[in-house]
């Protein structure tokens, strides 16, 4: 899991470039009950992780 701020973009750009993609499951902050305020949330499969 990864996170950045709504607000920079080029954050998301290497996040996506790393091969991670958008998710609103998010493990911390399910297992802590708190929600992100301001944050864009990113993950990566295992296979895909894997494979690199």
Known sequence: EA??????????RVLEKSLMYK???????VRENVFPHGEVCYCIDKNTYANL
Do not use: L, M, Q
């Open 23 to 29: 998710t609103d499951t998010v493990e911390r902050f």
């Open 3 to 12: 996170y950045h701020r709504c607000e920079n973009i080029k954050s998301a």
